[in-house]
């Protein structure tokens, strides 16, 4: 017996129901873009915050708490959860002067709202409340309001709060993105607050943990085979660079290529055995890209460089900076 003989709709009515709920919601979303002054205001609220930003979902929002709450951490917002319940049973001693509350309210009515505003104004701490109501009790009251369009809940009665949660959190996440923006943040300031997982991969550059300047293992042309042994011993890396003038790399020497030729070192130059065109990395390389060479080539270091096409060496990444990184 198929599925949809078990739930008494036939695949394209089951279908249909899909694409209806969904569409409800891209619908909501769209009308939600139209921003206004209020986001900014928020915005600026946010990025002033010397404290903490207090997200308390009222009623059934309090379940869409958690997770914006994530996403305000993940992008360098310090930010806490306060359940509107326990908040008049001792939780409000969360807040403290300097901190900034976000209020989740889809009616903007429920009895926890006034109390919660009033502790905050005590404290002179400003209040952002997400609702759809501009004539209730929290629209009136707070600092800030974030007005959701008078969309339906894709609930069939109305009640289930659905669209109502995801223009929310589509809300939040317009904010933490404009303060990522504001703020400079770098793809390693993210990568620093959520280094574990493939993501972090991709989110950390080359650029932030590659060996500089006199770190490098780098010899120019036309030096000795004494000098090349002594930088590769020295610096650590199992090899070496050669660069022109400019600093552009013409080749490497590896330790491998030393024990290759072994018996004739006396007799060549560095130049004579290094590989000219070895694989290297671009800076603005993440740390995927790199382990990705690595292992392509079976190699353990990579220089990085400044132009692919003047070569000019800017760092270098071995194999063991990754591991360090919990990466590879």
Same mark, same amino acid.
């Given at each position: ?8 709709? %036939? ?18 979303l769209r009308l939600l873009a139209s921003l ?6 928020? !915005?600026?609220?946010?990025? =002033? ?30 930010? *806490?959860?306060? =359940? ?14 300097? %901190? ?26 400003? !209040? ?25 809940? !894709? ?43 493939? *993501? ?5 550059? !080359? ?22 042994? %002594? ?25 491998? %290529?030393?024990?290759? =030729? ?67």
């Amino acid at each position: 017996m198929s599925l949809s003989r078990v739930l008494g709709a %036939d695949s394209s009515t089951i279908l249909e129901m899909g694409r209806q709920a969904i569409a409800t919601e891209a619908e909501a979303l769209r009308l939600l873009a139209s921003l206004d002054a209020e986001f900014v205001a928020a !915005v600026e609220l946010v990025q =002033n915050t010397k404290g903490r930003l207090l997200v308390c979902g009222v009623g059934r929002s309090a379940s869409i708490g958690t997770k914006l709450v994530a996403t305000f951490v993940a992008t360098g917002t310090p930010a *806490c959860s306060l =359940n509107a319940a326990e908040a008049l049973h001792g939780g409000v001693g969360l807040m403290m002067a300097g %901190d900034t509350l976000l209020l989740l309210s889809k009616s903007g009515e429920a009895r926890e709202c006034g109390l919660i505003i009033r502790w905050a104004k005590a404290l002179s701490i400003p !209040v952002i409340a997400i609702t759809s109501n501009r004539a209730s009790l929290v629209a009136r009251e707070v600092d800030v309001v974030l007005l959701l369009p008078a969309q339906p809940e !894709v609930c069939p009665f109305g009640s289930t709060l659905t669209t109502s949660m995801t223009m929310m959190g589509a809300l939040v996440d317009a904010l933490a993105m404009a303060l990522v923006r504001i703020r400079g943040m770098t793809a390693g300031d993210l990568y620093r607050r959520g280094p574990g997982g493939g *993501c972090g991969l991709d989110l950390l550059l !080359v650029d932030d943990f590659m060996h500089r300047d006199d770190a490098l293992p780098l010899l120019p042309s036309g030096a000795s085979m004494e000098a090349a042994l %002594d930088v590769i011993g020295s610096k650590g890396f199992g090899v070496m660079g050669i660069v022109s003038d400019d600093g552009c790399l013409l080749g490497v020497v590896t330790d491998g %290529d030393i024990r290759r =030729n072994a018996g004739q070192l006396s007799r060549v130059t560095p130049e004579a055995i290094m590989t000219s065109r070895p694989r290297t990395l671009r800076c603005g390389a993440n740390a995927r890209e790199a382990l990705a060479t690595m292992s392509q080539s079976q190699i353990t270091s990579l220089f990085v460089l400044g132009d692919n096409i003047a070569r000019q060496v800017r760092g270098l990444v071995h194999i063991h900076d990754l591991l360090r990184l919990g990466i590879g």
